[in-house]
């Protein structure tokens, strides 16, 4: 099943939205040559890129929509959809897949039940894969958010990300009567 490119922005996030645009308002001078900057600041304060932000920042820089979507869809580093709490990267690069990189991505969407692009379900780990981290002493290797993890092998790379999932208390569930 495809996903939406462009993901809204649930209705308590709009407050947010309105906030950062306010601020925005204030800080930028609406220049087309603000744009990315602008881009960035978004896609930091709400997490992505949500459909919404970009027709405002459109607005602000007086740019058209059409000029707005294709700078953020042309560089790598803006996303269009949420992602989790926790950035999961496996290296794909020759070194790592020598070591198994491919096995450890393989343990990893099977224990968080998604696939690279995609958040959990929970909304904790985001899975991403990267070309090479240049760590190619440690292959194979796995960076959660900033922190580089080296000579993986699946059990600890299970261990690691269990201890982030366990560390966040599982939603109380009704009494039975």
């Known amino acids: 099943m495809e996903q939406a490119i462009y993901a809204e922005l649930p ?9 950062l645009f306010n601020e925005m308002r204030k800080e930028f001078k609406g220049r087309p040559e603000e744009l990315i900057p602008m881009l960035q600041r978004a896609q930091r304060r709400l997490g992505f890129l949500p459909e919404q932000a970009m027709l405002e920042i459109a607005r602000i820089t007086r740019l058209s929509a059409a000029r707005v979507f294709g700078t953020a869809t042309f560089y790598a580093q803006f996303r269009f959809q949420p992602v989790g709490k926790y950035i999961v990267r496996v290296c794909r690069g020759t070194a790592c897949h020598v070591k198994g990189s491919d096995r450890l991505l393989e343990t990893i969407v099977g224990y968080l039940h998604a696939v690279p692009g995609q958040m959990t379900p929970d909304g904790l780990f985001t899975i991403e894969t990267v070309a090479c981290f240049g760590s190619c002493a440690l292959a194979p290797v796995m960076v959660i958010n900033d922190s580089v993890y080296g000579s993986l092998n699946r059990s600890r790379a299970l261990k690691l990300l269990g201890e982030i999932r366990n ?3 599982l939603p109380k569930l009704a009494s039975l009567p």
């Open 11 to 19: 209705e308590e996030g709009r407050s947010e939205i309105e906030d």
């Open 167 to 169: 560390s966040f208390p």
